[in-house]
């Protein structure tokens, strides 16, 4: 079957790093996404791994381990824009069809 | 990258109608893609709409009632028929660009069934 999981909710202080995580058990593997989601709008691409290892960009960097089906995004130097909702998505082998985790609502502090 | 003009941005209908959304892309793409999100949650893959052939929907979803069309590599539209308020939710239309660039979407359209 396919599952995907991740924290429904993480707070974190404005200026601080969070971490969050996903873990996944799909049918098939060729990449794992996050995206970005703020309320009202429609999710924006952050982030992209297919193989094991660290991806970093900029504020934002992203971890896989395909082994584990562990993947985890990491927040830098937190700021209060960054209150949204983050999306874990596993792209299945064969096409382009994709399965999107619940989402994690961080919420930034000041 | 990839600009999707999604309308309408949001409807209000009776139940028993039906609503078809539309999805326009600036630039040719193989497969569109359409999800649901209902308040609160993630994305659900309705169906994957390609050009020149039927649409392959998602367990779960029909498409009897969610006809799509995909008449050329630009364009889209997803009908959700005989509405029942279950039906409210954000419907949303994405291509996909490949890894590097991910997946782009549309504003969504938020129906409310009533």
């Known amino acids: 079957g396919q599952n995907i999981d991740q924290p429904t909710e993480m707070t974190a202080t404005e200026g601080a790093i969070v971490q969050i995580n996903c873990t996944y058990q799909?049918?098939?593997?060729?990449?794992l996404f996050w995206y970005q989601q703020h309320a009202g709008e429609a999710p924006t691409f952050l982030s992209y791994n297919v193989l094991d290892g660290l991806e970093e960009k900029g504020r934002f960097s992203s971890f896989l381990s395909r082994s584990k089906g562990y993947s985890y995004l990491l927040l830098k130097e937190l700021q209060m824009k960054d209150s949204a909702s983050y999306l874990c998505a596993v792209r299945e082998t064969g096409g382009f069809k994709t399965i999107f985790g619940a989402g994690t609502r961080l919420f930034v502090k000041a | 990258s990839a600009v999707i003009s999604q309308k309408p941005s949001r409807d209000i209908c009776q139940r028993g109608t039906s609503l078809t959304i539309q999805c326009q892309v600036d630039?040719?793409?193989?497969?569109m893609f359409w999800y649901r999100q209902q308040p609160g949650q993630s994305l659900t893959l309705i169906a994957t709409?390609?050009?020149?052939?039927?649409?392959?929907?998602e367990s779960g979803f029909v498409i009897d009632k969610f006809p799509i069309s995909r008449p050329n590599l630009t364009f889209s539209t997803l009908t959700v028929s005989n509405m029942s308020p279950e039906d409210s939710s954000i419907y949303l239309c994405?291509?996909?660009?490949?890894?590097?660039?991910?997946?782009?979407f549309g504003q969504g359209t938020r129906l409310t069934v009533v």
């Open positions: 630039s040719q793409v193989t497969m």
């Open positions: 799909t049918s098939g593997f060729n990449g």
């Open positions: 709409a390609n050009q020149g052939s039927e649409a392959t929907y």
């Open positions: 994405s291509v996909d660009l490949g890894p590097k660039d991910g997946a782009f």
